[in-house]
């Protein structure tokens, strides 16, 4: 087999993919060769392999680059990256675990904002009952005093219980969205493995 030979072997194996990709890999190939020059061609040929087996790899995870020559060193990515770890390792985990601790006291804060909340928002109804229950023991004092208690724990009874139900549907939302977003995250995080 020839080096043109090969080229029109390929170039009839890939002709489904999209034009640009093709005339992409073909120029690669082209390349490949010239590079190595003509005495150099029957070796390349050996390295490339047939044209079916690079047209697999070319339709089948987007287009590999040839083999590395015979002579060249093998590079080990896996245990590269693993040294690469085992070296960042001292300054991620403490950057981690502070950023984890960090989300961690913001949600406690935010927590303790909305109970500190909606112990105020209880406390008004409570001091609204006390009012009112306050207009019934004032009444040798004068209707005016009684009327005023019983207005002003009205009052404040009302405005505590609109707080009560509008902090309960703010928590039932939040509760909602966090849920939600929780169950996308995890739903992405299977979709990608």
């Known amino acids: 087999?020839?080096?043109?030979?090969?080229l029109t072997t390929l170039r009839t194996l890939i002709q489904d993919?999209?034009?640009e990709d093709r005339r992409d890999v073909m120029n690669y190939y082209t390349e490949?060769?010239?590079?190595a020059g003509p005495e150099r061609e029957q070796e390349v040929l050996r390295q490339l392999g047939s044209p079916e087996q690079v047209a697999r790899e070319v339709l089948g995870g987007g287009f590999a680059p040839a083999r590395e020559p015979a002579g060249a060193p093998k590079r080990s990515r896996g245990?590269?990256?693993a040294i690469a770890m085992i070296c960042a390792a001292p300054i991620a985990l403490p950057l981690m675990a502070a950023g984890v601790l960090v989300v961690c006291c913001m949600a406690l804060a935010a927590l303790l904002?909305?109970?500190g909340l909606l112990v105020a928002a209880v406390a008004v109804v409570v001091?609204?009952?006390?009012s009112m229950g306050a207009a019934l023991f004032t009444g040798g004092l004068g209707s005016g005093t009684v009327l005023y208690f019983l207005g002003s724990g009205l009052a404040l009874l009302a405005f505590g219980v609109l707080f009560v139900a509008l902090f309960v549907r703010f928590g039932i939302f939040c509760f909602r969205k966090i849920t939600d977003w929780a169950s996308d995250f995890v739903n992405r995080r299977r979709v990608r493995q």
Request: aromatic letters at 14%.
């Open 1 to 6: 087999m020839t080096k043109d030979d090969f």
């Open 79 to 81: 245990l590269i990256s």
């Open 113 to 115: 904002c909305v109970g």
């Open 32 to 35: 490949y060769f010239e590079d």
């Open 17 to 19: 993919m999209p034009p």
């Open 127 to 130: 001091m609204g009952g006390a």
